[in-house]
């Protein structure tokens, strides 16, 4: 036990003494009366003896042992920490909170009801916020090093026919066109690659870069690029891929991000740009490119119904789904439900 009551009614509480000056260490006890305290030897003879009030207590860690010291420097350690907060009056609120509670299980399931509120709720205003002070440096730096591993692993030259490039480019002037001069505040350009792996595919970059596979090129009318290119270009005008990114990457980093250290984690996914590929947009991140990409394209003077036609030729159940735009823009249903409502409201 502990400490043991003796006959003169005072309390003993078991545990190691070190003389002042000296690291030897004596079993002992220290017994405590009205307002004296002894320290006894094994051999119960008295080392030292103090007023109660002279008696040092330092505060309670945790469970590590506890430290008395006396007025003549000897050092006393127990592990009876319940006794000495009974009887010197040091107990204190705070650790009663360290003990387990039932209450505790209530404060854990606030804990991770807070955090998920945080992440449910939170995390979209501070992905906002980090796409806003994304500096533009950055983004384009996002692209090159995304065009890089690309030409590096998955991509080669274009090997499309020069008229044919100059017909799409023509395109793309007439898209651009349209944009509210006031919108402006991205660098949109095509790059043409191929890619044969990819299927008919288009993709954006975070900083206005539009990959258009030669596959796609030789296969969609004009009406059906301008769809295309115009719905990547809504991908940028949204943010899309710069929000994805920050999404996946989770909250801690969009916290770096915000106080300014972003680390070498943030700085591989935005200077590379290889977490692009792995990513998918939003269900409503792809309506509104489809919205952006149909408006602007009729605004143009293509049709927007033939960006249907396209999800069409691509949505048949002999589609490898690893190809073309079915890798990288899922759900085409709903989405042709959208378009065929802007049409009708157009």
């Not at 000056?21 to 320290?39: C, F, N, T, Y």
């Not at 970059?205 to 115009?230: F, N």
Request: hydrophobic share 40%; with cysteine.
């Amino acid at each position: 036990m502990p400490f043991i009551r003796s006959s003169q009614g005072s309390i003993s509480i078991q545990g190691r003494a070190y003389p002042p000056l000296s690291s030897r260490e004596i079993r002992a006890r220290l017994a405590v009366g009205q307002d004296q305290v002894w320290l006894i030897d094994p051999g119960q003879r008295i080392m030292t003896q103090a007023g109660l009030m002279d008696v040092k207590i330092e505060p309670r860690l945790g469970q590590a042992e506890r430290r008395i010291i006396l007025p003549d420097g000897t050092l006393f350690l127990t592990d009876a920490h319940d006794t000495v907060d009974d009887l010197l009056g040091t107990r204190t609120s705070l650790h009663g909170f360290e003990q387990f509670h039932p209450r505790l299980i209530a404060v854990a399931l606030a804990c991770i009801l807070g955090a998920w509120a945080v992440w449910k709720y939170g995390l979209s205003a501070l992905v906002h916020m980090a796409v806003w002070l994304t500096p533009g440096p950055v983004v384009s730096a996002m692209d090159q090093g995304m065009l890089a591993s690309m030409d590096r692993v998955m991509s080669e030259p274009s090997q499309l026919d020069l008229d044919r490039q100059a017909e799409i480019l023509k395109i793309f002037d007439h898209l651009q066109e349209q944009i509210d001069p006031q919108d402006q505040s991205h660098d949109y350009r095509i790059a043409f690659r191929h890619m044969p792996r990819m299927g008919p595919n288009a993709f954006a970059l975070p900083g206005g870069t539009i990959i258009v596979t030669d596959t796609l090129a030789e296969t969609a009318s004009a009406d059906a690029l301008a769809g295309v290119i115009g719905h990547e270009m809504g991908h940028v005008a949204g943010h899309h891929g710069l929000k994805q990114v920050y999404r996946s990457v989770g909250g801690y980093v969009l916290i770096s991000m915000l106080v300014g250290d972003t680390g070498p984690m943030l700085e591989d996914a935005l200077l590379q740009g290889n977490l692009i590929l792995s990513l998918s947009y939003s269900r409503t991140h792809e309506l509104q490119a489809d919205t952006f990409g149909a408006t602007l394209s009729h605004q143009a003077g293509y049709d927007p119904d033939a960006l249907l036609d396209f999800f069409d030729s691509l949505d048949l159940p002999e589609q490898d789904g690893a190809s073309g735009w079915l890798s990288t823009h899922p759900g085409f249903e709903e989405r042709k439900r959208n378009l065929r409502l802007l049409d009708d409201l157009q």
